[in-house]
């Protein structure tokens, strides 16, 4: 039997082992999805790669699912960071899951002069980024980080990360990347834009490139989906 539905789960996988899901989980498989002892699942803990099992029990008590066999070896996204301003909630939902997809290592709201919000659910966001890595085939799950100050991160920013900086200033130059090795990251600002002391500030650093994003005002989502396929394609995974 063909196994569709993906979880992740906190728990070792390995040939024989038994994982009880959580609860939410178990009323997904039975309740939702009218599964019953004897299907097939596969489960991932962003550690032992793709795992098929096979659901043991499965009722409103609970489940628990018996891994077969690997399906998947574990696959690292590259070590690239998204730095984004929180935007509203379904858009900044929108970049999350975007990010997952995309293959971000990391996923550091930021706040910013003209940031719109000033606190976010992170543990909202973190789950968005586990059903996004469910969906995609992912073996891994990013971390998404509590909201933090630009100037924190920048006061402590590794010198060996390579920050892009999506300038809205720098609009119909080129876009594109030259490929380089190394940890990166990328920034996207708010809608309002970088104010002229957080622009300063990031031209004032050595390993911070500012980039075009082309000829065209982009949203804030949009820039997101748009800095990560720009890199992906040119120093990620993609190539």
């Known amino acids: 039997m063909d196994a569709k539905i993906r979880l992740y789960v906190d728990q070792p996988l390995a040939p024989g082992q038994a994982v009880r899901l959580s609860p939410d989980q178990a009323h997904y498989l039975t309740g939702v999805m009218r599964l019953s002892a004897g299907a097939a699942i596969l489960l991932f803990n962003g550690r032992d790669g793709e795992w098929r099992a096979t659901l043991a029990e499965a009722s409103k008590r609970g489940a628990i699912a018996i891994?077969?066999?690997?399906?998947?070896?574990?696959?690292?996204?590259?070590?690239?960071?998204?730095?984004?301003?929180?935007?509203?909630?379904?858009?900044?939902?929108?970049?999350?899951?975007?990010?997952?997809?995309?293959?971000?290592?990391?996923?550091?709201p930021v706040q910013t002069r003209h940031t719109n919000s000033e606190r976010i659910r992170q543990d909202r966001l973190q789950a968005h980024a586990t059903e996004a890595a469910e969906q995609c085939g992912a073996t891994y799950v990013p971390e998404v980080a509590d909201l933090q100050h630009l100037d924190k991160f920048l006061s402590r920013w590794p010198d060996d990360r390579r920050l892009y900086w999506c300038d809205e200033t720098a609009i119909g130059q080129p876009a594109t990347l030259s490929p380089a090795l190394g940890p990166a990251a990328i920034l996207i600002g708010p809608e309002g834009g970088f104010s002229a002391d957080e622009a300063a500030k990031l031209r004032a650093r050595p390993n911070v490139t500012p980039l075009s994003l082309g000829p065209r005002i982009l949203r804030a989502d949009t820039a997101a989906v748009a800095a990560l396929t720009l890199w992906q394609a040119s120093c990620g995974d993609w190539r």
């Open 67 to 108: 891994c077969d066999a690997r399906t998947k070896p574990l696959h690292l996204p590259p070590d690239l960071w998204l730095l984004f301003a929180p935007i509203k909630k379904a858009r900044t939902d929108f970049i999350v899951e975007k990010a997952v997809e995309l293959g971000a290592a990391r996923i550091l």
